[in-house]
């Protein structure tokens, strides 16, 4: 039962990579597997948090390899989108590296400060891969996301500046900061509440 959430975790990993060798390959329905892909690898990152934190077991090593393989596997996801819809990226390219610096700044300014990566997981950043998901779906689906791709872009500069206050805020380095009311007690050196659901 305990082993539940680490093959969740790297459930996600092997997902990708299929996502990448099916984008490659562009077999028949293959954006109809990936979308499904895609939708198993984001349940699993949300059962995966959940179980660990009512078994017991969420600690600081299964949340640090759980963020890693988060990021490779939207790495991987947005690699494969990008052969399967290039038309999208090409449209929205510079909102996309606005972004991606973002979140380098962030990782940076985290191993600068505290020789360790980012492992917030804020509210507010499950918010935006929830939106980042319906915007690669769309993309895949019909080549184009629109309105969606607006809501996810400004979603992910507001995630991103968020971490990094977070980040400034913080005196030592700490996973699972929901968001900057959290940081500020942390700051404060108090206790924060902790979710079962969240962020237990």
């Not at 909102?95 to 990782?107: D, G, H, N, R, S």
Request: net charge positive.
């Amino acid at each position: 039962m305990k082993r539940i959430p680490i093959l969740l975790v790297y459930l996600r990993l092997l997902l990708g990579l299929v996502i990448l060798v099916l984008a490659i390959l562009q077999l028949a329905y293959a954006r109809n597997i990936i979308i499904a892909l895609i939708t198993i690898g984001l349940i699993s990152d949300i059962l995966d948090g959940i179980i660990a934190r009512r078994l017991g077991i969420s600690t600081e090593k299964l949340r640090r390899l759980d963020s890693a393989i988060d990021q490779a596997f939207w790495i991987m996801i947005l690699i494969g989108t990008c052969i399967i819809s290039p038309a999208f990226y090409q449209q929205h390219y510079i909102q996309l590296i606005a972004i991606i610096i973002l979140e380098c700044i962030a990782y940076i300014f985290s191993y600068v400060k505290f020789r360790k990566e980012v492992v917030t997981h804020a509210i507010l950043s499950k918010i935006w891969t929830l939106s980042m998901f319906a915007t690669i779906i769309q993309a895949i689906a019909t080549g184009n996301s629109g309105s969606l791709f607006h809501l996810c872009f400004y979603l992910g500069i507001i995630t991103r500046l968020e971490i990094i206050l977070i980040l400034s805020l913080l005196h030592s380095w700490a996973n699972d900061v929901p968001s900057l009311y959290h940081a500020l007690q942390l700051r404060r050196v108090k206790d924060i509440k902790r979710s079962k659901w969240f962020n237990g």
